[in-house]
């Protein structure tokens, strides 16, 4: 064989071994701190939420975790005692709202990840309902998660009523009227209805979410990412560790498309 032969017939091994790698679901962890949290989610054992919602920002570990947990729970002290003296109380609600809006929410960026909420105020609907979402809980709230082709937002449920949170709203985003919810819901959903050459206009999304399946589509987020940078093999990686807690339609559709494009280069990039 000459060295021209050879060089073919190694290129068809590598090819092999890349599509073999991705058909039998392996997945690659860029920390042993990311590797723990996904086999205890695996196990169904997690005990460290706020630690998977930091996970997908290879810079973030367990030390990192504490002080930003810290941080959280400071922001809340002063509401504590509140919500035990008023439960699900729609004062607090927006006394939380006000301290969130204060010192997190500073700069709308799509994309964005959790890790960058809490350390610059760069956020999106994702990662602020994150937030929201996150100290929702610790203070006892009662709340759903909604997930729309291309938002996402939350309902706390009140002892008298509903309330939407606009999560990229840090200044008008609580809202308590029963027929400006109404609005709002209907123009989340009017925007499903996209062109033919969306990538997302397949779908329809409409549902309820829980907080780990909100924070595992951060990991779709970081694919959409890489797969606009070329970088197919990490966006099939990334968008299975989203499908290891939330195998949804979304996540399919990135499974399915990025792979068409192992080994291929292209300079499609979606929205």
């Known amino acids: 064989m000459n060295k021209n032969g050879i060089i073919s017939l190694i290129n068809i091994i590598l090819l092999i071994n890349v599509q073999f790698c991705y058909s039998q679901n392996s997945i690659l962890y860029h920390s042993s701190y990311e590797e723990r949290i996904f086999k205890e989610l695996k196990s169904g054992k997690l005990s460290d939420t706020l630690g998977f919602m930091l996970a997908s920002n290879v810079d973030f570990d367990a030390n990192s975790k504490m002080m930003v947990e810290e941080q959280l729970m400071e922001l809340i002290k002063p509401l504590v005692k509140r919500v035990e003296r008023e439960a699900n109380s729609m004062k607090t609600l927006r006394k939380l709202n006000k301290k969130i809006a204060t010192n997190y929410l500073k700069n709308y960026e799509k994309l964005s990840d959790f890790s960058e909420v809490v350390t610059t105020g760069t956020y999106d609907c994702l990662t ?39 999560p990229t709203d840090p200044y008008y985003g609580v809202v308590w009227e029963k027929k400006y919810i ?11 209805i996209k062109g033919d050459d969306d990538f997302l206009a397949s779908l329809n999304l409409d549902k309820k979410i829980n907080l780990l399946q909100l924070a595992s589509l951060q990991y779709y987020n970081l694919a959409v990412k890489q797969f606009n940078d070329r970088h197919y093999e990490r966006a099939v990686n990334s968008v299975k560790k989203s499908m290891l807690v939330y195998d949804c339609e979304r996540n399919r559709l990135l499974l399915d498309y990025s792979m068409e494009f192992i080994p291929k280069l292209s300079s499609s990039t979606l929205k």
């Open 182 to 192: 109404e609005k709002r819901i209907a123009n989340y959903r009017a925007d499903n």
């Open 128 to 166: 602020s309902t994150l937030l929201y979402a996150y100290l929702l809980e610790k203070l006892g709230y009662n709340y759903s998660i909604k997930e729309t082709n291309y938002h996402i937002y939350l309902v706390v449920n009140l002892e008298n009523k509903d309330v939407l949170i606009e």
